[in-house]
């Protein structure tokens, strides 16, 4: 079947899509977005989660059809497209991407798209810094076998922190 | 495999009624699972998630009528106050990205004897209303789990919406696990109070083929708590109410636990729960 979906903000089509194909599958094959990681395949690990129609969901367990005529953003739908040149670490990260960078809260990388995105969207309703109860209850379904979680709160609080201080909001 | 998507409630039942061997899908937290696993392939998916009526909940008199598509995230935010204990059963499934799919339709559909949703539904005396082309039938929770990951819908059936009354007293739901997110209930209990009714609902999960009510230990907290004086729970009641509560499972042992565990983590959530009901119903009196 055909699906047709908004990713990052662009209309997209995806042909000769199996009927019980996860949406995941059809952005990394299908759209060549490989961003959104491959885990567990069954909503455990959260490498895969995506904004669906502004929810942090796990793109494993959407049926692509289920995405037919609605909006995805991936993690490289939030990097500022012009915010610097290739290769130059920060360029064009978002605030939370660059805190990762920053706290070093990425080592092999693999989880690190999902946590992004699901971080991204706790700031995106939080004013200043959440409590580290709320970032660990946000990131609970995230799992990452590298870093042993500190850094990662560490970065998440660095964002906030940073986002709070110009006042802005994801 | 045929992929249904219907946009409205109609065409649903009528899709259903034609292919009664379509398997509905909604959050996708079970169904895709299977398939991701190739655990079985349905022949036809029914996607339920483009029909915008399921999506609502509403006030029905002294019910809470959640429609079939309404996620647990959305349960937490907006029915915490009408219908706390499923909300706070809700809270506890998952992960926040498993919350914002999953549904209570979903949860019953798939009736686990560890779905989280059921001690709170059978406390709180839900309905599940199904529907098919053939009209609407009205099922009390206690009569839809009718064995391990069986329920009483027909083929041709769809959950239209899961009705329960809105609380009148304080609920409380209670459940098991080794951490504190991401965990199939060890197994689970809840209780809800109804001062008026002077009744006590108690709900048990994961401690028996299906989720079931606590009889017993219903009529027995109902007939012995002090609901005029409202004083403080005698404890011999407390704990007599665990103990039935306890009896009225038939747990096995498995990977997540024992028989003989889940029998005693059973009689102590149900002191406690009671117990924090009561103090509550106190504190507001
Ligand atoms: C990582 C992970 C963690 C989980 N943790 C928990 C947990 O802590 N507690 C818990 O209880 N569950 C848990 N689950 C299981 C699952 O999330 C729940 O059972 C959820 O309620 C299913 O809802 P859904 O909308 O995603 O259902 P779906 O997967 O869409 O459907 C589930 C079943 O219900 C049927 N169905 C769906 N809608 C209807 C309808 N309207 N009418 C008739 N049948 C219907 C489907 O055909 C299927 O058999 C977890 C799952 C995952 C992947
Ligand atoms: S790949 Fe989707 S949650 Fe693990
Ligand atoms: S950095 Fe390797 S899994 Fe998280």
């Given at each position: 079947m055909r699906v047709n979906v908004t990713v990052n903000g662009r209309p997209m089509t995806a042909d000769d899509?199996?009927?019980?194909?996860s949406l995941l599958y059809v952005l990394r094959?299908?759209?060549?977005?490989?961003?959104?990681k491959n885990a567990c395949?069954?909503?455990?690990?959260?490498?895969?989660?995506v904004y669906l129609d502004g929810t942090p969901v796990c793109a494993c367990l959407v049926?692509?059809?289920?995405?037919?005529?609605r909006e995805v953003v991936t993690v490289?739908?939030?990097?500022?497209?012009?915010?610097?040149?290739?290769?130059?670490?920060?360029?064009?990260?978002d605030e939370v991407q660059r805190a990762f960078v920053d706290a070093g809260a990425?080592?092999?990388?693999?989880?690190t798209p999902g946590l992004v995105v699901q971080a991204h969207a706790l700031l995106a309703g939080s004013d200043g810094v959440p409590p580290d109860a709320d970032i660990r209850e946000a990131l609970a379904g995230n799992l990452c076998r590298?870093?042993?979680y500190e850094k990662i709160l560490d970065a998440v609080r660095l964002a906030a922190a940073r986002r709070a201080e110009s006042g802005s909001r994801a | 495999m045929d992929f249904l998507r219907p946009t409205a409630w109609p065409d649903a039942l009528a899709m259903k009624a034609e292919r009664p061997e379509a398997t509905p899908i909604q959050g996708g937290t079970d169904v895709m699972v299977e398939i991701n696993l190739d655990k079985g392939r349905p022949a036809a998916l029914l996607d339920?998630?483009?029909?915008?009526?399921?999506?609502d909940w509403s006030r029905e008199g002294g019910e809470i009528r959640v429609?079939?598509?309404?996620?647990y995230s959305r349960l937490i935010a907006e029915l915490g106050t009408e219908l706390p204990g499923l909300a706070q059963a809700s809270r506890t499934v998952g992960s926040p990205q498993i919350r914002n799919r999953g549904t209570v339709a979903g949860n019953l559909g798939a009736a686990?004897?560890?779905?989280?949703?059921h001690p709170p539904l059978l406390a709180g005396g839900a309905v599940v209303e199904a529907e098919s082309v053939r009209g609407t039938r009205l099922i009390p929770i206690g009569e839809f789990y009718t064995g391990v990951k069986r329920?009483?819908?027909?083929?041709?059936e769809l959950i239209r919406a899961v009705r329960v009354p809105a609380a009148t007293g304080p609920q409380y739901f209670s459940k098991i696990g080794t951490?504190?997110?991401?965990v199939i209930a060890v197994c689970s209990f809840a209780v809800a109070l109804d001062p008026g009714g002077r009744r006590v609902g108690a709900g048990i999960g994961s401690a028996a083929p299906t989720p079931r009510h606590a009889p017993q230990a219903e009529d027995f907290a109902s007939e012995r708590l002090?609901?005029?004086?409202?004083?403080?729970?005698?404890p011999g009641v407390a704990r007599r109410f665990g103990e039935l509560v306890a009896a009225s499972a038939a747990p096995i042992d498995d990977v997540r636990g024992r028989a003989a565990y889940r029998t005693h983590a059973l009689a102590v959530m149900a002191r406690r729960a009671l117990g924090w009901a009561w103090d509550d119903l106190r504190g507001s009196a």
């Open positions: 899509v199996w009927e019980g194909e094959e299908r759209l060549g977005l490989p961003g959104a395949e069954q909503g455990e690990c959260g490498s895969c989660t049926a692509a059809g289920q995405a037919e005529g490289e739908g939030l990097a500022v497209p012009d915010g610097g040149s290739d290769g130059e670490l920060g360029g064009g990260l990425v080592q092999c990388g693999f989880c590298c870093t042993g | 339920l998630t483009a029909i915008p009526e399921l999506r429609g079939a598509g309404v996620t686990s004897p560890a779905g989280d949703s329920n009483a819908l027909a083929p041709d951490r504190n997110a991401m002090d609901w005029d004086g409202q004083g403080p729970l005698d």
